[in-house]
């Protein structure tokens, strides 16, 4: 089936620092999606992305939906304390199907 | 406020025991998926239902079962044939046509 690959798969930075992840596949999907889990907690989504190009904010927080359609990022800037966690990305492959497929995760730890 | 809950925060299971895991949703979302996380790795789906009284298996049904008798419910019932449940259950719904999905805030099982 289907697989995003997400990469790297942890990160250590200082607070401050901005930070970028990405999620690439083989495949063409048509939705991206970012989450942020916080440990023993359900993810929480960040960012939705819908169309190739697409460039959408959220705060500190910017994604991008890849224009060949088989990869988006994820920036933080100037990041803080409580980035902490798990981020995960997700996609809608094409054609459509009910389920999304998963990233396995990139672990942000940031240091004071 | 509009949101999914799961129930129990926390479930122990003994040998030989079915045990149900709850999840409601207020969002009126017509969807709703059942995940299985496990350390380290991507989300994985156990079971979706994109309608009231219609349920489909995700990649890792063995050993699980559900019902989705009401719009607001989905539980999900690990079975005694489930030889390794102990893992993080995440619950999740979104409106059908929209590959939005939103979590719940997961329900960890552990095996006595």
């Known amino acids: 089936g289907q697989q995003l690959n997400q990469s790297p798969q942890s990160m250590f930075i200082q607070e401050g620092e901005d930070v970028s992840m990405n999620c690439t596949s083989s495949?063409?999907?048509?939705?991206w999606l970012w989450y942020k889990q916080d440990p023993g907690e359900g993810p929480v989504l960040l960012i939705a992305?819908?169309?190739?190009?697409e460039l959408t904010s959220n705060g500190r927080l910017t994604a991008q939906f890849g224009i060949t359609r088989k990869d988006s990022f994820l920036n933080i800037s100037a990041s803080i304390p409580s980035d902490v966690g798990i981020y995960f990305c997700?996609?809608?492959?094409?054609?459509?199907?009910?389920?999304?497929?998963f990233g396995k995760g990139t672990k942000l730890t940031v240091n004071p | 406020d509009g949101g999914i809950t799961q129930s129990p925060k926390y479930l122990f299971r003994k040998e030989g025991q079915n045990v149900t895991l709850s999840c409601e949703q207020n969002?009126?979302?017509?969807?709703m998926y059942w995940y299985r996380q496990d350390p380290g790795q991507g989300l994985r789906l156990i079971y979706y239902?994109?309608?009231?009284?219609?349920?489909q298996k995700g990649d890792i049904a063995e050993g699980y079962s559900v019902s989705r008798e009401k719009k607001e419910s989905f539980p999900l019932t690990v079975t005694s044939a489930q030889k390794n449940p102990t893992a993080f259950y995440l619950c999740?719904?979104?409106?059908?046509?929209?590959?939005?999905?939103?979590f719940g805030p997961g329900t960890r099982l552990l095996v006595l």
């Open positions: 999740a719904s979104s409106t059908t046509g929209q590959e939005t999905q939103y």
């Open positions: 495949s063409i999907f048509n939705t």
């Open positions: 992305l819908y169309k190739a190009g």
């Open positions: 997700a996609g809608q492959p094409f054609p459509r199907t009910e389920k999304l497929v």
């Open positions: 969002l009126n979302h017509d969807a």
């Open positions: 239902s994109q309608i009231v009284n219609d349920f």
